[in-house]
């Protein structure tokens, strides 16, 4: 289905955004994955190089805008045109507002919100200058109308990208460019377990998540890849400005204690 197209994969090299580029790879697209960290980078391309895939990895800070733009040039200059674009390099911590400093604000929205426009900047104007393309924002279920108690500076950065990407469909679609945001619920990845779930403060979060959860279970990196593809397909070509939640029903039910309310 994507065999000639080239995606390029931010966070491409493990957790979901390795899974959506072991998708696209399935599918036969060409693949532009980017990261921080070099040694993983390097091992996904080799593996998807045996594997018969053309992939670049481009180490990249997606807060710095010169790596942004060598990344942009490096994936043009291998592969010509970028015709899916995945914005799934993220992250955050749980902590209380108190815990917060003023520089753990700052990257975490630089990382988030910033990076993010880093990248669409870049990327969506080659894609309305050919009248082809298709952005895939991550955010998560702690984006919308419930805040993000765990999680109040990723919260707002993630919702300032489903705000930009509303706002970014209303210039893009005309151009034949689709922008969308995809808000994973809890998801069984490497990160959740070391980042989230090992915490001491938070050592039954894992039990008290799944019971909480309405499908009593975590979703898979697979089954995020699999809606990532089916935004870039051409069964989505009309859906732009819109924000797919997949979470097993997390949103509607309960949300797990990450932190004890009775402390700022």
Not at 101 to 126: E, F, H, I, K, Q
Not at 182 to 189: F, M, N, S, V, Y
Not at 207 to 219: C, K, Q, S
Request: charged share 15%.
């Amino acid at each position: 289905m994507f065999r000639g197209k080239t995606a390029l994969i931010t966070g491409g090299a493990r957790g979901i955004g390795l899974a959506i580029a072991e998708a696209f790879a399935r599918y036969g697209a060409n693949l532009v994955i980017a990261g921080r960290h070099e040694n993983s980078l390097n091992a996904a391309a080799e593996r998807f190089a045996a594997n018969g895939t053309a992939c670049l990895a481009v180490k990249t800070n997606i807060r710095e805008v010169s790596d942004v733009e060598a990344l942009v040039a490096a994936a043009t200059e291998r592969f010509g045109d970028i015709d899916f674009l995945i914005n799934n390099a993220g992250g955050q911590f749980p902590a209380r507002p108190s815990q917060i400093s003023d520089g753990g604000w700052r990257a975490v929205v630089d990382l988030n919100l910033n990076g993010t426009w880093n990248m669409c900047s870049r990327v969506a104007p080659l894609m309305a200058a050919r009248g082809f393309g298709a952005i895939v924002n991550m955010v998560h279920v702690y984006s919308f109308n419930r805040g993000a108690p765990p999680f109040v500076h990723s919260g707002a950065a993630r919702a300032g990208v489903v705000s930009m990407t509303q706002s970014m469909a209303y210039y893009l679609a005309r151009q034949g460019v689709t922008i969308n945001a995809l808000a994973p619920g809890t998801i069984d990845t490497q990160g959740v377990h070391e980042e989230e779930f090992a915490s001491a403060e938070y050592n039954d979060l894992a039990e008290t998540t799944l019971r909480d959860v309405p499908a009593h279970r975590m979703g898979t990196a697979e089954e995020m890849a699999a809606v990532t593809l089916f935004l870039c397909s051409p069964a989505a070509r009309y859906i732009n400005g819109a924000s797919i939640v997949a979470d097993g029903a997390q949103f509607m039910g309960n949300w797990a204690p990450m932190v004890d309310p009775e402390q700022y």
